[in-house]
C-alpha cells in the first residue's frame, strides 16, 4: 500500500534505502546476476538485507528471477528493461557524488572510459 500519491515518495518507498541502490548499481555496471556476485560486494551486505531486497526487487518486476539451466542450485536475478531504466539515475547520482563528495572516483571519466569501449 502506498503512502502518498507523490511519486518522489513512492520511489523513495522502492530504491531509497543504500542497500537496494548498490545492489542495482552491482546489476547494471557490473552485471552481477548471482546471490554469491551480489554478495561479494565491497560495502558486504548481510545475508538476510541481500535476501530482502532481492525478493523485493523480484516483486516490484526490477528483476526477474530464474534456476540457472546448468545448476538447479543457482538462481540468476536478471535486470528487467524496467529495471535498466534506472541505470541514468544511478548515473546522475554517481555523477552527483563525485562532483561533491571529496576522495571519491571520477565517475565522468569513468563512464567515458566504457563508452569508448
Not at 518522489?8 to 556476485?37: P, V
Amino acid at each position: 500500500m502506498k503512502r502518498s500519491d507523490c511519486p518522489i515518495t513512492c520511489t523513495l518507498d522502492l530504491l531509497g534505502d543504500k542497500w537496494t541502490l548498490i545492489i542495482l548499481r552491482d546489476a547494471i555496471f557490473s552485471g552481477y546476476t548471482t546471490y554469491g556476485q551480489f554478495q561479494s560486494s565491497t560495502e558486504k551486505i548481510a545475508t538476510n538485507i541481500l535476501a530482502a531486497r532481492l525478493q523485493k526487487l523480484v516483486e516490484e518486476g526490477i528483476f526477474t528471477k530464474a534456476t540457472d539451466e546448468n545448476n538447479k542450485r543457482k538462481i540468476h536475478y536478471n535486470i528487467t528493461p524496467k529495471g535498466a531504466t534506472l541505470k541514468e539515475v544511478l548515473l546522475t547520482v554517481g555523477l552527483w557524488g563525485s562532483e561533491h563528495i571529496e576522495g571519491t572516483i571520477d565517475m565522468a571519466a569513468k563512464i567515458k572510459a566504457v563508452q569508448n569501449k
